[in-house]
């Protein structure tokens, strides 16, 4: 089941920060988080494991939430270089399932 | 280079023209999947394989084949293309999936922009 992202679209200007949050209905293993500029194929940024192992981007963090199966993804002093579309992508707590997106997050930078 | 490569990149076919998108990659994954992006729908998984011989379908398998016949290609065959699989198809790979920590990152291909009038 496709998990979900909020919100759909977010407007900032430089310097500015923003929150990009992703909720699952089951049980998870992991969150991923990848970005998408246009015309171009998502980018792996981060994943996130039950159990707390993180692995981060530079000015880019994230949280995982195992109880609530929601995951948050932090962006501090945005620069241009940030906009684009974000997707998270979850995987169940079950060895060998499929890696589902949701329906992506825009951000856009402006100066 | 470590990469995911897809032929074609664009191409406009008509209604019921058999057509294949190849999908190779060079870095000996085991895992490899296809996903479909629409404009307000994200990326919509279509079919997944986790080796060789082995596949799944995914959230959106009906009109589209796949086949595994070597670890390093997973080509996406549209037997009997309609409108509405006009789409951007992305064709990602990783070393594994499933309990393999930072194993199943995945690395996309560059897209295949299918138009089928």
């Known amino acids: 089941q496709q998990p979900v992202q909020s919100p759909q679209a977010v407007i900032l200007r430089e310097g500015e920060d923003a929150v990009i949050n992703c909720s699952s209905s089951?049980?998870?293993?992991?969150v991923h988080w990848y970005r998408q500029k246009h015309g171009e194929a998502p980018v792996f940024l981060m994943i996130?494991?039950?159990?707390?192992e993180q692995k981060g981007h530079e000015k880019i963090s994230a949280s995982f939430n195992e109880k609530k199966q929601q995951s948050s993804l932090y962006l501090t002093a945005s620069q241009l270089s940030y906009s684009g579309t974000y997707f998270c992508?979850?995987?169940?707590?079950?060895?060998?399932?499929?890696?589902?997106f949701g329906k992506g997050t825009t951000l856009s930078v402006s100066s | 280079e470590a990469q995911v490569t897809q032929n074609p990149r664009y191409l406009i076919t008509v209604t019921g023209k058999k057509l294949t998108v190849t999908c190779s990659q060079n870095?000996?994954?085991?895992?490899m999947s296809w996903y479909r992006q629409d404009p307000g729908l994200g990326l919509r998984q279509i079919y997944y394989?986790?080796?060789?011989?082995?596949?799944d379908k995914g959230d959106v398998p009906e009109g589209y084949k796949v086949s595994r016949k070597e670890k390093r290609n997973f080509p996406l065959i549209l037997e009997s293309p309609s409108p509405n699989q006009t789409s951007l198809y992305f064709c990602?790979?990783?070393?594994?999936?499933?309990?393999?920590?930072?194993?199943?990152?995945?690395?996309f291909g560059a897209g295949s922009r299918l138009t089928v009038l």
């Open positions: 870095m000996n994954h085991e895992y």
């Open positions: 394989s986790m080796n060789v011989e082995v596949t």
């Open positions: 996130l494991l039950k159990g707390g």
């Open positions: 089951k049980a998870l293993y992991s």
């Open positions: 992508g979850t995987e169940d707590d079950q060895a060998g399932t499929a890696l589902i």
């Open positions: 990602a790979s990783s070393q594994a999936t499933g309990g393999g920590g930072g194993a199943n990152v995945l690395t």
